[in-house]
Every structure is written in structure tokens, then in C-alpha cells.
């Protein structure tokens, strides 16, 4: 089987296979252009040929997980196991620049509009059993991550499906019952994030019937002239070569996940001292609001020629007010994963493990606490103006980040008492968004 990648209508790679497993080989006219950008940081264009240790965690973590796979592989009768075949199934509209599968003769890229609200909320129903529309026509698309989330184009300020391999612009995210209020947490905590002066993807709410949802601006496209064109990204499990299954840093795959000592050895090694900066602000964002979800795949990269930067962030919730969500952080600061029991000693062995200075992480905790306090309230009046309105639960989020932030802030101020650190949760165990919401 023979797959071709491409870059717009550039063929730059192909995906072969044969009873040695997959292999993504570059083309050489690409490797020669001026403008060539790798596949991923772990597939060099220094190597025409990257085999399968690489080029299958590169793949899988192009496909969702957990549920929303498993809909797939019902709906369109291929094992989740065939990964080549699921991605030539979905591989024309990705995250990133790219397209898989061979263009379809014939047909024209094209936006479906979704005229009605409530025809928008029988999508959104129906996501579960069909992820990404799996099997509707002219619709090939997929993303990663365990949530429930469909692409969209925005046409004349209306939502529209791409068919037929065009590029959406924007990520709908539906409220979840499980997770009361998960729409108006996500934006707040995006619109929080922006306020205190991180990088992040615009966001906003709507409504479709009876059904909320977040709408994300995709950091990966950008509109030339009316035109959208994609922007080539991966996540840090692409860049490690790590599988999905690896995305947080202590789990029972037999593969450990990066940590963050690793994650700013990368971003050292392939980027400019600003990014170091805005990793930092993102780990310490993070642990402020209570994000114990921000696995690997929740950070980015965008890939150019002859540039290497970190994506906008996205993907930021609060876990501390949702029942049977872990604690536990996705990956340790300074040996310490509980985001309450986060102290200066940690964050100084947090700045000893990845190169940083010790006195400017804990000025920077200090910093970016006290500009996310001052922000929050103008940050929840931002999300309850949008079209979904407040929910019941928004001042609840409100409270609980400011009360976490407060005390990030505090502890890393003073040493603290030494406290005996709480066992962590087996990985098997762990219930994140996700976990709980089943998308």
C-alpha cells in the first residue's frame, strides 16, 4: 500500500507499506525546495527515509482516541488497528499542512452549510456514533485527542462542513452533560489565558438548540485573500516519537512520556529563548488554573522553513470542580505532580531539571499569579457576554482558580513546611476530561 502525502498540491512524502511495516519516504524534489519543512521534528529532511519506529506514532497521533476511535472503526468497518487504512479514510483535512490519500478527480473543495440551528444540533448529537461525520459524503477529517469535536468552516460568519478535502478554519467543541458547564470552563480559561498575555487561540461560544459549544480559531490555517491556507503543526508526541497512548509523562504503556525537563530540551534544541519563555508561562498557566489534563498532546509546534516556533495553546480546563477528575498533573514539577502541594523547592528543582534559572522561575510563578488574579473577573465577564451565556457554573470556576492561583502563588513565595507528598494515582486510574466524558 502507497499513500502520498502533500502540502497543498505538492507531493512531498509517501507512506509505504509492506510485511516490514510503514515507512514515510520524502520526495527529493521536496528535500531540494527552499521552502521545505519536515514532516516532524522526529523525521529530519536530513533522512530521505524514516521507518516505522517513527512514522506509525507519528500516524496514530493524527487519529482520536479512546471512544471517538472506536465509533470510527465501527462506522466506517476498518480495525483500529489498520492505521494506514483509517487515515486514507480521514486524511484530507488534519491537523497541520497536510493531506493523506490521493486527490479525488473530479471534485471540488467545498463548504456544506449548515443552515439551521437545528440541524447543527443533530450533528452534534450524532457526533458520538459518527465522529467527524465518518462516512458522509465528500467528508474526510479527523483529529486527535479523546474529545468529542468536529472541523468547520466559518462561511459569511455561518458554519459549514468542508467537503471534498477543503480546509476547515475552526474547531466546534460540544458541552458535554457530564462535565456541567465544560463550555463555558474552556473558554474562560482561553480568554483567561489571552488576558494574562499567553499565546492562545481565539475562542468563543454558541449555541445550537438546546446544545452549547466552543468555537476554537485553528492556529493551523490562516486566510490569504479569502483563500485559507494550512499551516504545518504537530504535537509533542510527534515531535518525541512518542504514541498517543505516552502522552503523559508516568502511565502503563511501557513507553514513558515526555517530561518536561524533555519537552524544553526540544524546544532549546529547535527554537529561540522566547519560546523557552512562553513553555514556561504555559507549565506555570497550567498548574495556576488547575489543567491536569495538559498531557504532550496538548502542546505544539508549528513547523515553517527554516523556523520552529511553539504553537498557540489550547485545550485549557479547570479540573477542580468536576468530581472524580484526578489531581494528579500530567507531568511532575520537581517531583511533585499534586498542583496544591507545588512549592518553591519544587519549582527551583522544576528550573535545576530543565536548564532554567532557579530565582527567575519563581519571580516568573509570581509574576503571571498575580497578572492571572488580576484578569479573572474581566475574563468571566468576557465568557458570560458570549453567545452561550454564563451557566450555573462560571462563578464556581471563577472562585476555584482564583482560590488555586492564590495558593501557587503563596507556596511558591516561601519554601513551606516539608509535607509528605501524597501516592499518585496509578495511571491506569486516571479520570481526566476525557476519561469522564467519554468523548
Not at 462561511?155 to 460540544?174: C, D, F, M, R, Y
Not at 512562553?278 to 491536569?292: E, H, K, M, P, Y
Request: proline letters at 7%; charged letters at 25%; aromatic letters at 4%.
Amino acid at each position: 500500500m502507497m499513500l502520498p502525502i502533500y502540502a497543498d498540491d505538492r507531493l512531498i512524502a509517501s507512506i509505504d507499506a509492506d510485511r516490514d511495516g510503514p515507512r514515510v519516504r520524502y520526495d527529493e524534489d521536496w528535500r531540494a525546495a527552499a521552502d521545505a519543512f519536515p514532516i516532524s521534528l522526529s523525521m529530519p529532511l536530513a533522512t530521505a527515509v524514516h521507518d516505522g519506529d517513527v512514522a506509525v506514532p507519528w500516524l496514530m497521533n493524527l487519529l482520536p482516541e479512546g471512544e471517538p476511535l472506536r465509533a470510527m472503526t465501527r462506522a466506517i468497518g476498518i480495525s483500529r488497528d489498520d492505521i494506514l487504512g483509517l487515515i486514507a479514510q480521514t486524511g484530507r483535512d488534519l491537523a497541520g499542512a497536510l493531506t493523506i490519500g490521493s486527490p479525488r478527480v473530479g471534485e471540488r473543495p467545498d463548504y456544506r452549510r449548515v443552515a439551521e440551528p437545528r440541524n447543527l444540533e443533530r450533528i452534534i448529537a450524532e457526533l458520538p456514533a459518527r465522529p467527524f461525520l465518518v462516512g458522509e459524503d465528500g467528508v474526510s477529517m479527523s483529529l486527535a485527542g479523546a474529545q468529542e469535536k468536529l472541523s468547520v468552516g466559518l462561511v459569511e460568519g455561518q458554519i459549514a462542513i468542508p467537503v471534498n478535502g477543503a480546509p476547515s478554519t475552526h474547531i466546534l467543541k460540544p458541552g458535554n452533560p457530564r462535565l456541567p458547564d465544560s463550555v463555558q470552563n474552556e473558554a474562560l480559561c482561553m480568554v483567561l489565558a489571552r488576558r494574562a498575555g499567553l499565546n492562545v487561540a481565539p475562542v468563543t461560544t454558541g449555541l445550537a438548540g438546546a446544545r452549547g459549544y466552543l468555537l476554537v480559531d485553528r492556529y493551523d490555517r490562516a486566510i490569504d485573500g479569502g483563500a485559507v491556507r494550512r499551516l504545518h503543526q504537530e504535537d509533542f508526541c510527534q515531535a518525541t516519537g512518542r504514541p498517543p497512548v505516552a502522552k503523559y509523562e508516568h502511565n502503563h504503556s511501557g513507553a514513558k512520556g515526555p517530561s518536561l525537563a524533555e519537552m524544553f530540551a526540544l524546544v532549546r534544541t529547535h527554537m529561540t529563548a522566547r519560546d523557552i519563555n512562553r513553555l514556561l508561562d504555559a507549565v506555570i498557566f497550567n498548574i495556576a488554573i488547575g489543567n491536569v489534563d495538559s498531557h504532550a498532546k496538548n502542546y505544539s509546534i508549528r513547523l515553517a522553513p527554516r523556523r520552529v516556533e511553539l504553537a498557540p495553546l489550547y485545550d485549557l480546563m479547570s479540573g477542580l470542580d468536576w468530581p472524580n477528575i484526578t489531581q494528579n498533573h500530567a507531568q511532575d514539577i520537581g517531583g511533585q505532580r499534586r498542583g496544591r502541594n507545588i512549592h518553591g523547592r519544587h519549582w527551583r528543582r522544576l528550573a535545576e531539571d530543565c536548564g532554567l534559572s532557579r530565582p527567575g522561575v519563581i519571580r516568573r510563578v509570581d509574576q503571571l499569579t498575580t497578572r492571572l488574579l488580576a484578569e479573572l473577573d474581566g475574563a468571566a465577564e468576557e465568557v458570560a457576554a458570549m453567545p452561550a451565556g454564563a451557566g450555573c457554573m462560571l462563578p464556581t470556576f471563577n472562585a476555584s482558580i482564583r482560590d488555586r492561583a492564590n495558593a501557587v502563588r503563596t507556596h511558591a513565595r516561601r519554601e513551606g513546611d516539608e509535607i509528605e507528598a501524597e501516592p499518585l494515582e496509578p495511571a491506569e486510574e486516571h479520570r481526566t476530561y476525557g476519561d469522564v466524558s467519554g468523548d
